[in-house]
């Protein structure tokens, strides 16, 4: 009777608690993660830029620069999305599947 009453309080509690700490998690996370996405954006976006200036010339005489730009944009927003979603969504997903 007691004990497992005791159980189910704790781990109401826990639960609580561990919903509190998701809604303080958005705000540490949009707090911190804006320099991290900052320079993964820039370090992907240099690395992009020194190869395509490694290049040759006729690369850039034939193709299409806005093309090439938009998949670039794309490839960048792709991987912020992707580094957005493993570690804030799914991850705390799969705790409350787990839970």
Avoid at 49 to 77: A, D, M, N, P, Y
Avoid at 82 to 94: E, N, Y
């Amino acid at each position: 009777g007691q004990a497992m009453f005791n159980t189910a309080l704790c781990s109401v509690t826990f639960y609580i608690c561990w919903k509190l700490t998701q809604g303080l998690g958005d705000v540490l996370r949009q707090y911190t993660w804006v320099k991290v996405v900052s320079d993964l954006r820039r370090r992907v976006s240099v690395q992009v830029l020194r190869h395509l200036h490694s290049l040759s010339l006729r690369f850039h005489v034939t193709s299409k620069s806005g093309e090439t730009l938009q998949v670039i944009e794309k490839g960048t927003l792709g991987l912020e999305r992707l580094m957005d979603v493993i570690p804030f969504r799914l991850l705390p997903a799969l705790v409350d599947v787990l839970l």
